[in-house]
């Protein structure tokens, strides 16, 4: 099911525009892909919070309204202000429903690991996202593992998790997607006391 995202063509360029436009709370956009001319537009940042807040994110479907057509599209990137991280300019990119693309899908974790919790360990994963390949229609909107069967000696690789029929994995299927945190033998401090291995993670978007 794709999302309505209503726009507004004809906006005029360049820097003291753009800024105009965000203070009356538009967002500068454009829309490009197979074959078309990019397009201009501005979107209501309003109305594009909502569009991405379900959970989808901003792997949404879109249907974008441009004048008088519509465009099946999805947002291929998010410019950002450095300071505030409000959204300055969106690129959408026009799809084909029926083809495949790439997508990061975010990851969550179910159920205890009651044989981790035993232990004194902690299940943490290792990765926020995976990148999967599957036509428009099929991107799940996340993948979710279960860990209820993990003990303190296990990790959970990419070729173990079950995906959807017709999505499929990018990355290596070796790749680590969780792993358990063990309680360490060293002598009381102040630092934490976990060994384990540093994971990066994409900041809350801020739209």
Do not use: C
């Not at 099929?138 to 070729?159: F, H, K, Q, S, Y």
């Amino acid at each position: 099911m794709t999302t309505i995202l209503k726009t507004h063509t004809g906006r005029p360029t360049g820097s003291a525009e753009s800024r105009r436009l965000r203070r009356e709370d538009h967002v500068p956009a454009v829309l490009y892909g197979h074959g078309m001319a990019p397009v201009a537009i501005t979107v209501e940042r309003r109305e594009l919070r909502q569009a991405l807040s379900g959970p989808a994110g901003v792997n949404t479907i879109l249907e974008l309204h441009v004048g008088g057509a519509t465009y099946p599209a999805s947002v291929k990137d998010l410019q950002r202000d450095p300071i505030k991280r409000r959204v300055n300019h969106v690129d959408f990119m026009q799809i084909d429903l029926s083809e495949e693309i790439v997508m990061a899908v975010p990851v969550h974790l179910t159920g205890t690991a009651k044989l981790v919790v035993q232990g004194g360990g902690l299940v943490d994963p290792a990765v926020d996202r995976i990148e999967v390949r599957a036509s428009a229609n099929n991107i799940p909107n996340e993948i979710l593992i279960d860990v209820t069967a993990m003990g303190m000696d296990d990790i959970i690789r990419l070729g173990d998790i079950q995906l959807p029929k017709g999505v499929t994995a990018v990355a290596d299927p070796d790749h680590v997607v969780v792993t358990v945190e063990t309680p360490t033998a060293a002598k009381p401090s102040l630092s934490r006391p976990w060994s384990r291995v540093q994971v990066v993670r994409s900041p809350k978007a801020t739209l």
